[in-house]
C-alpha cells in the first residue's frame, strides 16, 4: 500500500474502488476472490463495467457469477507477481493466457488486449483461451508436475539416498540444487536442448530411468489428479479448508518443514553464504 501511494496510485479499500472504477482487476487469492466480490463489489459494478481475472478458478467454478451486464475477463501472467512487476521495469514482460467469458458490450477482448498491454504482457506474448482451460491446466500442471510432482521426486530421491548411508549434503546437492540447472536449461530450449547440454551417460541413464519412473501407477494418478480438477472436487475442497481455517494447509507445511531436506538446505545455504541478497 505505502508503494502504491508513493507510486501516486489511488488506494483504498475494493469496495471504495469499485464504486468509480469502470475495470476491477480482482487479483486476489482463489479463496478470498468470492468474499470479495460478494462483500465489497457486486453492489456497485454498473452496466458496460469490465471485471478482470487474473485466473479463472473463481468464474470457471461457479464461485461468482456475474450480472449478464458486465464484461468478463482474464488475463492470467505465467508467472508470479514479484516476476511480473520486475521484467515490466526491465521493459520486458510474462507472457499471459487471454479470455473472454462475458462481453455484454462488444468490446470486452479490447479491454483485455489494453490492460495485458498496460502491464507488459503483450511486450512477449498474450495467448488466447477459455476460463475453462486456463483454470484445470493450471491446477493440473501445479499439482501433477510443478508443485507436487517435483517436490514428490525430489524428496523420493533424497530419502533414496540418505537410507543407502549416503552423505545428506552429497543428497542434497544431487537431488535438490541441480534441479535448478536441468530447468533452466530446459527453460532456455526444451527437453533436446537440455539432454545436448548434460553428459552422454546422464542423457543415457536418464532415458532408462525414465521409462521406469514413468509407470502405469504415475500415470493413473495423475488421470486422478485432472478428473478431481476438472469436476471441481479439488476446487470445492479448497475452499472448503479454507473456510475452517487452513488446518491441512498449516500440517502439511509443518511436515514438509521438518523433512531432513530442509534442515541440511538451511546448513548450506548458511555456511556458504547463498543466495547473495
Known amino acids: 500500500r505505502a508503494r502504491a501511494v508513493e507510486a501516486g496510485l489511488a488506494v483504498g479499500t475494493a469496495a471504495e474502488i469499485a464504486e468509480w472504477a469502470e475495470v476491477v482487476a480482482l487479483c486476489t487469492p482463489d479463496e478470498t476472490t468470492a468474499g470479495i466480490y460478494r462483500e465489497e463489489i457486486a453492489a456497485s459494478l454498473k452496466p458496460g463495467n469490465t471485471l478482470l481475472f487474473?485466473?479463472?478458478?473463481?468464474?470457471?467454478?461457479?464461485?461468482?457469477?456475474?450480472?449478464?451486464?458486465?464484461?468478463?475477463?482474464?488475463?492470467?501472467?505465467?508467472?508470479?507477481?514479484?516476476?511480473?512487476?520486475?521484467?515490466?521495469?526491465?521493459?520486458?514482460?510474462?507472457?499471459?493466457?487471454?479470455?473472454?467469458?462475458?462481453?455484454?458490450?462488444?468490446?470486452?477482448?479490447?479491454?483485455?488486449?489494453?490492460?495485458?498491454?498496460?502491464?507488459?504482457?503483450?511486450?512477449?506474448?498474450?495467448?488466447?483461451?477459455?476460463?475453462?482451460?486456463?483454470?484445470?491446466?493450471?491446477?493440473?500442471?501445479?499439482?501433477?508436475?510443478?508443485?507436487?510432482?517435483?517436490?514428490?521426486?525430489?524428496?523420493?530421491?533424497?530419502?533414496?539416498?540418505?537410507?543407502?548411508?549416503?552423505?545428506?549434503?552429497?543428497?542434497?546437492y544431487e537431488c535438490v540444487l541441480e534441479a535448478k540447472l536441468i530447468v533452466d536449461l530446459l527453460y532456455e530450449g526444451g527437453l533436446k536442448h537440455m539432454r545436448e547440454s548434460i553428459s552422454d551417460t546422464a542423457e543415457w541413464g536418464g532415458f532408462l530411468a525414465e521409462g521406469r519412473i514413468d509407470t502405469e501407477g504415475l500415470r493413473a494418478a495423475m488421470k486422478q489428479i485432472l478428473e478431481e480438477v476438472r469436476t471441481g472436487n479439488f476446487a470445492r475442497e479448497w475452499v472448503e479448508e479454507a473456510k475452517l481455517g487452513k488446518p491441512r494447509l498449516a500440517a502439511f507445511r509443518a511436515e514438509e518443514e521438518a523433512h531432513p531436506a530442509e534442515a541440511v538446505g538451511k546448513e548450506l545455504r548458511d555456511s556458504l553464504g547463498w543466495p547473495a541478497s
Open 54 to 172: 487474473a485466473h479463472g478458478f473463481n468464474i470457471h467454478y461457479g464461485f461468482i457469477e456475474p450480472a449478464p451486464e458486465v464484461d468478463v475477463v482474464l488475463v492470467a501472467p505465467k508467472g508470479p507477481g514479484r516476476a511480473l512487476r520486475s521484467e515490466f521495469l526491465a521493459g520486458g514482460g510474462l507472457a499471459a493466457y487471454m479470455a473472454v467469458h462475458q462481453d455484454a458490450w462488444g468490446a470486452a477482448q479490447a479491454t483485455a488486449l489494453a490492460y495485458a498491454w498496460g502491464i507488459g504482457c503483450a511486450r512477449v506474448g498474450v495467448i488466447p483461451t477459455t476460463f475453462r482451460e486456463e483454470t484445470e491446466t493450471d491446477l493440473f500442471g501445479e499439482q501433477a508436475v510443478l508443485c507436487g510432482g517435483i517436490p514428490a521426486l525430489i524428496k523420493a530421491g533424497f530419502e533414496t539416498l540418505l537410507d543407502a548411508g549416503y552423505s545428506p549434503v552429497g543428497a542434497y
